[in-house]
């Protein structure tokens, strides 16, 4: 009897000891496949090439600091919205001191014991300043780089330049560009408290790996921002412009962003004054404001906004002013403390009718669209977890194909000077229950006899989610 109970107890015990080895072996399994096993360890090599210097006593200092940021990314779900630049690139690294390990070298530099994940080298030599460069460690790694001379730029550029690739540039005070300037990929320009005027073509040439950086020269302050004047023309592919006061203002038509992060801009990153603007694939995260639309009473201004991801705006994300036909599609405005801002001037001669589709709003504690004297048309938009989604007055206009989730307040009409007249039929509001789609809507019905504010028809209803009513990857 005893010998069964002992058998039966060591049967138990091998049973216990196997589940705990099985969950031993399982959690390393897991932190192997997602590359945070501290026990596995690389090696980050590499040469730097000093373009058109063959001075082998050239000292160069590099910095291995670890990543703290990523992709910007709007959610799991849109990806393919917004800049893909990493925030590293955000950060002058002059005089940080929060680095991993430092190597002074003529040439060639080693890490070892680096375990997998992402980091970033700074890299510095005297006369040829400094860049910046983001790795992932899976195995490994050789790194080449290359540097060219670094050039000081101030006062009037009156012909053609070129700048790049891989160079370090100092604005060393205000600079005015009366021809045509190309920056090529994986420049660092750092501003010293100076202001760009474009009055020629400034041609941005990045790349998602090595994009162009402007960035502050002094890490305890802003520098201005970067003008592009009636003659002037601005086109931009992959760059990020971190750190400034007033980011960039565009008064010049045919001028294109794209995959492009502003960043911790401390007034409007993107100001608009101008017929024909396009924007693509960018991201504004982390300002006071995104973008500015800014019309007059006879100028029409039609700025394209496409694939862009605004995040922790202060101000409205996007503000649009006066005679402005903006077109806002396949956009993402996440965590802001208000969405789209459109109003109209009394003065205004003509129509402002915007555009906004396959939008994505999440987290907004103010309005996510409101519109004051203008008509902006809404369709195949999704509004979730937000105060409040639409917020009119004085318009007449159509919301149709949009979901409303979780949202506080889904319409509210306000009077100015005449009555709202709203379509809002073949929305999805979350439910199908009348009542609570009437809880949802401030309109005359809650105020009879008031300000006369107009009223919200919604006889026909969505029983659905609309399955469209995001952001789309691709536009046929």
């Not at 590499?46 to 200092?61: F, K, P, Q, R, Y």
């Not at 993107?270 to 995104?290: K, P, Q, R």
Request: negative net charge.
């Amino acid at each position: 009897m005893n010998r069964q109970r002992q058998s039966k107890t060591r049967k138990i015990s091998l049973i216990i000891l196997y589940v705990l080895l099985g969950v031993v072996c399982l959690n390393t399994l897991c932190s192997c496949k997602n590359g945070t096993d501290p026990k596995i360890k690389f090696k980050i090599s590499g040469s730097i090439n000093l373009i058109n210097n063959a001075n082998e006593s050239d000292v160069i200092t590099v910095k291995l600091f670890q990543s703290t940021t990523s992709a910007v990314e709007s959610n799991d779900d849109f990806q393919y919205v917004g800049s893909s630049i990493p925030l590293d690139y955000t950060i002058n690294y002059r005089n940080s001191t929060d680095w991993l390990q430092e190597i002074v070298t003529n040439r060639n530099f080693e890490f070892d014991a680096v375990v997998p994940g992402n980091y970033l080298l700074y890299y510095f030599s005297e006369g040829y300043g400094c860049n910046i460069k983001t790795i992932e460690v899976k195995t490994d790694t050789n790194v080449l780089i290359d540097m060219a001379e670094s050039i000081e730029l101030s006062g009037i550029v009156s012909e053609d330049l070129t700048l790049g690739p891989n160079q370090h540039i100092l604005v060393s005070s205000d600079l005015f560009l009366e021809q045509s300037v190309t920056v090529f990929d994986n420049c660092l320009i750092e501003m010293d408290n100076s202001k760009i005027t474009v009055a020629g073509i400034l041609d941005i040439q990045g790349n998602n790996e090595n994009p162009v950086l402007f960035l502050e020269k002094d890490t305890s302050s802003y520098w201005r921002r970067i003008e592009v004047v009636e003659t002037g023309r601005l086109i931009v592919d992959s760059a990020v412009f971190s750190n400034s006061i007033s980011g960039i203002e565009v008064k010049s038509n045919d001028c294109s962003f794209n995959n492009v992060l502003f960043y911790n801009c401390t007034d409007s990153c993107l100001d608009i004054t101008t017929e024909y603007t396009y924007i693509n694939n960018s991201s504004f995260v982390n300002s006071f404001s995104g973008i500015g639309v800014w019309g007059s009473s006879n100028l029409l201004n039609s700025p394209i906004i496409s694939h862009c991801y605004f995040s922790d705006i202060e101000e409205p994300a996007v503000k649009i002013w006066d005679s402005s036909d903006a077109q806002i599609t396949d956009c993402v405005f996440f965590n802001c403390q208000s969405g789209i801002h459109h109003k109209k001037s009394h003065d205004t001669l003509i129509s402002a009718d915007s555009v906004i589709q396959y939008c994505y709003f999440e987290n907004i504690d103010g309005a996510c669209v409101s519109s004051d004297r203008c008509s902006p048309e809404v369709i195949f938009s999704t509004f979730n977890n937000v105060y409040k989604a639409i917020s009119f007055s004085d318009i007449n206009v159509g919301l149709t194909k949009n979901n409303f989730l979780d949202c506080t307040l889904a319409v509210n009409l306000a009077y100015h000077s005449r009555p709202n007249i709203i379509d809002a039929n073949r929305n999805y509001w979350g439910t199908t229950d009348l009542l609570e789609i009437a809880e949802l809507i401030w309109d005359e019905t809650d105020e009879p006899g008031g300000n006369d504010v107009g009223l919200v028809n919604y006889d026909l209803i969505q029983f659905s989610e609309v399955e469209s009513a995001y952001p789309r990857e691709t536009i046929d």
